[in-house]
């Protein structure tokens, strides 16, 4: 990160941006900070979607004829509930309280074994609490692999589960919105959860929970051990898997 933040400052002869002091929490953006010639006070963001939104609006407020740009959340909010492939899926299967699973991230060590998130998986189903969507199987290949064993295990015959079809971005934001809690991995989904206000449960192994959730006031963050500060370790592929669903 640090290598790639030189080396781009190096190219970058106009404006850099990034939050104001008091708005650096991370190491990261401490040093970010410390190469950019414009910053950005923040200090009303929420949580960390937010502060990003936020800059990312005074930035084109800055440099473009967009001056009553707004990110917000409630804009966000209207703009995910109006899906209507979503609306038509819940309607159609008679969902009222659910609660969303989706296994997906951005990087392999990042991600829970098959054999966890099925153990999770029956679990709830044995619960009959909430019925149990799951999220983005089609995109990776942990989702295909869970797809695969429910389909060969009959699951997907249970009244209490269901996989959803391919949604856009915003039409996962729609069913998110609703649902009673999220449970997924360090991911742009976990992050969307929490900046929608919905409570989740985030998955976390060589990406330290408490860090990257430190923003929101609705996560609970199961943590796997690794060696390296802040438990940020990306080439420990074991950390996560000390977490069991029981957890």
């Known amino acids: 990160f640090y290598l790639k933040t030189l080396l781009l400052r190096s190219f970058l002869k106009g404006k850099v941006y990034t939050f104001s002091y008091s708005d650096v929490l991370r190491l990261e953006e401490y040093f970010s900070y410390l190469f950019s010639n414009q910053n950005v006070d923040c200090s ?7 502060k990003y939104l936020m800059l990312t609006q005074e930035v084109i407020r800055q440099n473009s004829n967009f001056t009553n740009i707004s ?18 899926f819940i309607t159609k ?8 699973l989706c296994p997906n991230s951005s990087e392999k ?3 829970w074994k098959l ?6 998986i029956i679990h709830l189903i044995n619960k009959k609490k909430y019925k149990i969507l799951l999220l983005g199987l089609d995109f990776t290949p942990i989702g295909n692999q869970i797809k695969n064993k429910i389909i060969q295990g009959n699951l997907d015959k249970s009244d209490f589960l269901y996989i959803l ?22 991911s742009c989904i976990l992050h969307m959860g929490n900046f929608l206000g919905i409570k989740t449960i985030g998955i976390y192994g060589p990406t330290c929970g408490t860090w990257n ?3 929101y006031q609705n996560c609970q963050v199961l943590q796997g051990k690794t060696n390296l500060v802040r438990y940020k370790n990306h080439w420990d592929g074991d950390c996560i898997h000390q977490i069991n669903y029981l957890d």
């Not at 009303?44 to 937010?50: A, D, E, K, L, M």
């Not at 990110?71 to 979503?86: D, G, L, M, Y």
């Not at 299967?93 to 969303?100: A, E, R, T, W």
């Not at 079809?165 to 999220?182: D, E, G, R, W």
């Open 44 to 50: 009303q963001s929420t949580n960390v979607t937010s």
């Open 71 to 88: 990110f917000s959340a409630n804009k966000f909010n209207i703009f995910c509930n109006n899906s209507q492939p979503v609306v038509d």
């Open 93 to 100: 299967n008679n969902i009222i309280k659910y609660i969303v």
């Open 109 to 111: 060590v990042r991600i």
């Open 115 to 120: 054999k966890y998130w099925m153990d999770l």
């Open 165 to 186: 079809p391919k949604y856009s971005l915003n039409q996962a934001a729609s069913v998110l919105k609703k649902c009673q809690y999220l449970i997924a991995h360090d």
């Open 213 to 215: 959730c430190s923003y």
